[in-house]
């Protein structure tokens, strides 16, 4: 698991980006895996995330799992 603080998100647009903890960078996160895990967007949020490799060669984060300090 990945983990991170959400930096970014458009709502509008339906994707945001994660900053991630490892210092890899930020991980693009579509709106849909939001949906799927039942999590609301909003910046500043703490975030662990496995990371999903497309064909085309980019990640994105998936299973997205709210993280309580």
């Known amino acids: 698991m990945n983990g991170g603080k959400l930096r970014f998100y458009d709502e509008t647009r339906g994707f ?7 210092g890899t960078g930020d991980e693009f996160v579509h709106a849909t ?4 895990s039942e999590i609301k ?3 500043g949020l703490r975030l662990s995330f496995e990371r ?3 064909p085309d060669g980019r990640t ?3 299973k ?4 309580i300090a």
């Open 16 to 22: 945001g980006f994660i900053k991630c903890d490892d």
């Open 33 to 36: 895996a939001f949906q799927r």
């Open 41 to 43: 967007p909003a910046i």
């Open 52 to 54: 999903a490799e497309l």
């Open 60 to 62: 994105r984060a998936v």
């Open 64 to 67: 997205l799992r709210l993280e």
